[in-house]
């Protein structure tokens, strides 16, 4: 079995189009592009929060994963948002308790 890197780099109009298409697999990229290159940390953590609700449990466990890296790269989230999100995603998804743990790990050492 052969493992293919794919670098979550883009910019923003790409990551705003990828999102706009709504393609599952090109969702989650722009998702994790944006927690890693995104400047503006307000917009990348509200978008991340309105895919934290998709109904897709892979979108949503990529808005978390995406929202520790807001939190690491920018220092601040407003966090009274982000736990309640994390609540009404783990109430949808159970099994994204452990990312929710690991990225809440995350916005306490950097935030």
């Known amino acids: 079995m052969s493992l293919l890197y794919q ?4 910019n923003h109009d790409k990551a705003s189009t990828l999102l706009a ?8 990229a722009a998702l994790i592009s944006i927690g890693l290159n995104e400047t503006d940390g307000a917009w990348a953590q509200n978008t991340c929060l309105h ?5 897709n449990e892979n979108v949503a ?11 690491r790269r920018h220092g601040q989230l407003e966090i009274e ?5 994390f609540e009404r995603a ?10 929710i743990s ?9 935030t």
Not at 21 to 28: L, R
Not at 81 to 85: G, I, Q, S, T
Not at 91 to 99: D, I, K, N, Y
């Open 7 to 10: 670098d979550p780099s883009m």
């Open 21 to 28: 298409e709504g393609k599952e697999t090109d969702v989650i």
């Open 51 to 55: 895919y934290l609700n998709s109904e």
């Open 90 to 99: 783990k109430a949808r998804f159970p099994s994204l308790e452990p990312v």
């Open 102 to 110: 690991d990225t809440l790990e995350d916005i306490e050492l950097f």
């Open 61 to 71: 466990s990529a808005a978390i994963t995406a929202l520790g890296h807001v939190a």
């Open 81 to 85: 948002k982000v736990l309640a999100a």
